[in-house]
Structure formats: C-alpha cells, structure tokens
C-alpha cells in the first residue's frame, strides 16, 4: 500500500530545501505541537499551522506520511471503482496540499482541482510545492473557513484528510454533510487512533444515510461488525524517512509506519473487495493467518496453507489492508 515511487520522488523533492534557515530546535518544537494537534485530541477553532515556520515544519515532517496513507486509501478505492476516474477534485482542510498530490498519483492526467483550508501561510506553501508537479499546475488555493460556513461546488470527488479531529463534533457534521451533498464519491481519512476510527465510523453513517455506498475498506455498506471500545478498524502505510525528516524530528529507522483509519464511498456503483485484511497476516510454517472483514457483517479468522497452491503463495504477499482473495490472474 504505498505510492508509486515516482510520486513521492517528486514530493520529496518538493519539500527539501523548506527548512533552510529555520533552527532545528525551532522546527522540532513546532512539530511537536503539531503532532498534538494532528492527533485529534484538541478541537480548534484557529487554524493549526499558524505561521510559515509551522507550515514547513510540518510539510517536511508530516505531509510524506499523509500523503501515503491517502494514497493507500485511494488505492483500495480505485480497486473498487476501475472504471472511473474523477473529473474534478475538492480537497477540504487540504492545507499544503498532501490529498491533491495522492490524487494526481492514483489517476493520471490533469483535472480541475480546489484545496480549501483557513490557515494561509499553508496554502501559499502548497501553491509553492504544487507549482513543481505538472498535474497540480492549475491547482486553486482557496482561504475558507471549514466548518458551519463551508461552501463546496459541486464536483466528483472530495477529500478529507487529517482534518475532523482539530473541528467541533458540530463542524464535523457540517463539513461531512457539505461534502456528501457536492460530490460523487467522498474520501474521509483520519489517523489510526480509537479516536479516529470514530470520527471516520460517525461520517461512514453519515455518508450511507445520504446515500452513499461504501467502496472501501469494508466490503458491505452495513453495520461495522466491531463493537465499539473494543476495538478499531486502522491500517497502515509504509513511509521512508529522508534526512530532511530525520532533521526535524530525528529517528534511527530508515522508516515509519503511519497508522490510519480511513472511509470510501461514493454515489455510483462500487465493487468492494470480497473480504478485507484487517490485521497485519500472520506468516507461519506452511500456513499464513488472515484477519478478515467480510461481506456479512463479520470478523473472521481464515488460514491458508501450501495445500492452497498458488493461493498460498498470494496469502504470503498480502499485505494488511488488501482485499481477499486477489484478483484472478494476480
């Protein structure tokens, strides 16, 4: 589940050189502010990424990880739609523009895009990235306040990444509400904490009461099978630490792994995965363990060995978040 190799070359090239000038320990402080606040645990009304030393502490520290995990939740989305490509895209709290660069990754060609977001000194810094990725060219940068306000036009597709957690209970209905009534398909991605997980199931209702169908990670527009408190539905992304990350926030691991929680569901008819790989796969001596999310509603265990054949070999390379089983011809 992670983003074509090309794409986050591309942004990664972007963003080195934001921090010259700014003193690490100044950038290091921002990011742990920054890291409280993308977590969800203090709903604002002022935007997050004050100031231009905010928004490049946080482009180089968090926007490689959102862009992977929105790209992982775009992916699975695309699985579900094959046909389809949007032909608009409105990117809500986008701030430095992290969904807008999954989005021209997932499908290729230039589209009318929009990013909405209320703190400016994030917009003009991704105008400034955008303005190297030729799909982003004509990208429009937007100041809005995103809550009880929110105009959206009308479009195909809407992104909302790592933004209900800083709104009021209120403004995420607002804003959830707003985006099922404007697109044709809506991506909701928050990060994978038990918080987060109920922030994505709360607008997961609300999408399918406007009706919606879920495209992915489930593979039915039902009830989720957890039972709340018990447990949260997350994935996870794979994201390479580059030296400008390691200068903001350090880290001896080539690597991070960005937990996430994410919904997709759309207008039109979807094609959801039979089942979902909901935990990491338990590879052992001749069997490999999945836990799956099916198509009734439930959680269950399936266990694949070598007297599966080629399917055992698939087992072995699935990875979690994937649908079950591959695709025939995989």
Known sequence: MNAPASATDTLRTALAGLLAGLPPKQAAQAVDRLIANYRGRTPTHAPVLRDRSDVAAYAAYRMPATFEAVC???????????????????????????????????????????????????????????????????????????GAALTIESTDLVTIS????????????????????????????????????????????RLIAAGFRIAAPCPHSAACPIVPGED?????????RSSLHRQVKGGSLPYEDEKFSYVA???????PAPTRVVRKPQIRK?????????????????????????????????????????????
Request: aromatic share 8%; net charge negative; charged share 20%.
């Open 72 to 146: 992982a939740a775009l992916d699975a989305f695309a699985d579900a739609v094959p046909q389809w490509t949007p032909a608009s895209h409105v990117d809500i709290g986008g701030g430095t523009g992290a969904a807008t660069w999954a989005v021209s990754a997932t499908w290729d060609g230039e589209r009318p895009v929009t990013v909405l977001d209320w703190a400016e000194p994030a917009l003009a810094l991704g105008r400034e990235i955008a303005a190297t990725n030729p799909a982003l060219k004509s990208a429009e940068w937007h100041r809005s306040r995103i």
């Open 162 to 205: 790592y933004v209900l957690g800083e709104l009021t209970e209120a403004d995420r209905t607002v804003v959830v509400d707003a985006a099922a009534a404007a697109a044709q398909a809506v991506v909701i991605i928050e990060p994978g904490t038990p918080d987060g997980y109920t922030r994505v199931i709360d607008a997961r209702d």
């Open 232 to 240: 949260w539905c997350h994935f996870s992304a794979r994201v390479s």
């Open 265 to 271: 569901a759309a207008r039109f008819p979807v094609a």
């Open 286 to 330: 001749g069997q490999v363990l999945l836990d799956l999310c099916g198509p009734d509603e439930s959680l269950h265990r399936e266990t694949v060995t070598k007297r599966h054949g080629p399917l055992y070999k698939a087992a072995r390379d699935t990875e979690w978040g994937d649908g079950w089983p591959p695709p025939e011809g995989t």
